[in-house]
């Protein structure tokens, strides 16, 4: 089947874009082998905190820019950027809680770039889970769900808590905000 994304290339610059934003296509290993040689140099905590940082900045200006464009409300906002990283070939999310008023949900993820790669390294599940990029995107997804702007610290946390690399069929996020 052929991407469910549309894809703008600009004749002139040859620049990608999709609604309206430049985008990149690039192979998996490139984005995975960049991925571990960062973590392998600062350290896996460290470049944790600093990914999920990074990340959540990005999701919140992402759903803010798709809420002016696309007149979304936030809670479709939050599930069309799911979709987008899904239709985009990072791996199949599906958003299994979303408790607004409880301040917490839980999504699973099939086909994870990372846990793909790791299997596909390993020859077999590496016993531990490498999905954490991903947690910066949910923080920074909710953040914005929850009306915090891209200023405000962060009071949502968001976790792997299973990963299709310690033998489980899929990966698992779960988030809350404190209050
Ligand atoms: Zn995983």
């Known amino acids: 089947m052929q ?8 004749e002139t610059s040859g620049i990608w874009r999709t609604d309206g934003l ?4 690039l192979p998996r ?15 896996r905590e460290a470049y944790r905190a600093m990914l999920r940082t990074a990340t959540a900045k990005s999701a919140i200006e992402w759903c803010g820019a798709q809420l002016r464009d696309k007149g979304l409300d936030p809670e479709a906002t939050f599930r069309h950027y799911f979709q987008r990283l899904s239709q985009r070939g990072w791996g199949q999310f599906s958003i299994d809680v979303l408790d607004t008023a409880d301040r917490r949900g839980s999504i699973s993820l099939r086909n994870s ?5 790791a299997g596909q390294r390993a020859g077999q599940s590496t016993g531990q889970r490498v999905c954490y ?3 910066g995107f949910v923080t920074g997804a909710f953040s914005f ?9 962060s ?9 299709a690399c310690e033998g489980h069929d899929h990966c698992r996020f779960d988030f809350a905000a404190r209050p």
């Open 3 to 10: 991407p469910a994304v549309p894809i703008d290339v600009d």
């Open 22 to 25: 430049p985008m990149v296509y």
């Open 29 to 43: 290993h490139f984005l995975v082998n960049n991925h571990l040689a960062v973590e392998e140099a600062l350290g």
């Open 113 to 117: 770039i990372f846990a793909l790669e």
């Open 133 to 135: 990029m991903f947690e």
């Open 145 to 153: 769900l929850l009306g915090n702007s891209v200023a405000l610290p």
């Open 155 to 163: 009071n949502v946390e968001a976790g792997e808590v299973r990963c």
